[in-house]
């Protein structure tokens, strides 16, 4: 069974991205606690890059920057999907 995850308001979680989610419990229980529009905003940063090696490495800045507690990613202008 898999573990239900959260996930934004327009955008669905992505399996890279859900998966990075799941393999950090201190960067999941932030994700969880943001509000779904904040989950938007970090779907859409992470998926907005153009190549695989910038999505990766967004990942894991995501995961990072969730597990010091950031609830939105930073200096960027947001998603445009909304």
Known sequence: M?????????HKLPADF???LISS?????VWEDVTP????????WVT???KEE?????IEKALSKLK??????CCW??????
């Open 48 to 50: 907005s890059g153009k």
């Open 54 to 58: 910038t999505r990766n490495i967004r």
């Open 18 to 20: 859900r998966k990075a």
């Open 25 to 29: 419990p201190a960067a999941l229980n």
């Open 37 to 44: 529009l904040a989950r938007n905003e970090w779907i859409c």
């Open 68 to 73: 010091g507690g950031m609830r939105r990613p």
């Open 2 to 10: 898999s573990k239900e995850i959260s996930t934004g308001t327009i």
């Open 77 to 82: 202008a947001g998603c445009t999907h909304r």
